[in-house]
């Protein structure tokens, strides 16, 4: 199925939660809303379902406008941050629920068939007669998960399903809803403030900010080529230092900033001389190495290192450059000198990985 905001706004009192909010999430797409909290990202999924009214604008489905279709004859499914399970009732009867209702009642028959086939799918088999308050989180998720998807809906709604579970299960249901949307060819909005969920599962991401749409893409273009300093920050981590366009020639452009002079290539955006900027460097692109470096090395400044935090796969360093700017650097091995810290060292970083924006 189809879904498309257009111009879509909604104020609560004298909040504006959503601000002209358009976007299209193609059919069998899994489509990501990313933002902090209180962007208003939740309010568009309430109204995708039908529990919310917008003040002014247009949903369709499939072309259709269904602003005033109720909730239950909008043929969506939707997952719950809190699950909301029924506790007095089995997994199985949990998972039935939606079955027995006029918009989706089938015979017993049928009913108990694709309960179980729904179970089977999220590997809850033997869970059948067990009560929500005898199940392990990820259980009880997948059990929520079961119940939206056992009425075949045309699209799913999840909103930030996985914020209960604990950092390494959260790792393995990321995995497991991403392998069902695509098995079942379903449409999906997902709602979430997690940037490593949203990079490791959309297809396409909606960045939000104050009820407004900031950029849409697909994560590699929103992480590679952010629009904005808030988007190059929010999404994974970034450091960001103000510059000004020096000059610009066919495929570079050469900035100035209190650490020094800056070349980035390919040229991305169309910048004039003395233009104010914002350099965005991301840690991983940064390379360390001793000081002195090589004589006329392009984007290399000297520093000390500051501190080293060390994290399992990696270690980030802390460099303080000559400037008194602090830079974060995640390194890899190869290119990581000693932990020594107050150690004099260089951070380079090659032209293709500055990315500059917008003041």
Known sequence: MKIALQTVSKKFGDLKALDAVSFEVVDGECFFLLGPSGCGKTTVLRIIAGFCQPDSGLICFNNEPVNNLAPHLRNVGLVFQNYALWPHLTVAENVAFGLTIPAHRTPEKERTERVRQML???????????????????????????RALVVKPACLLLDEPLSNLDAKLRVEMRLEI??????????????THDQTEALSMADRCAIMRSGKIEQIGTPRELYEQPGNSFIADFLGCANLLKAKVVSKDSDSLHLESIAGHWISRPCRRPFPAGTEVVIAVRPEKIRLGGWPADAGATNVFPGRLKEAIYQGAAVEYRVELNCGLILNALPSDACAPSAEQGKQVSIGVEPRDVIVLPE
Do not use: M
């Not at 869970?127 to 392990?136: A, D, H, Y």
């Not at 991403?178 to 709602?191: D, F, H, M, S």
């Open 178 to 191: 991403k392998n069902i949307i695509k098995t079942l060819g379903i449409t999906a909005a997902y709602v």
């Open 120 to 146: 089977a799918l999220l590997r809850l088999q033997g869970t059948e007669k067990r009560l929500p308050s005898q199940l392990s989180g990820g259980q009880q998720q997948r059990v929520a998960l079961a």
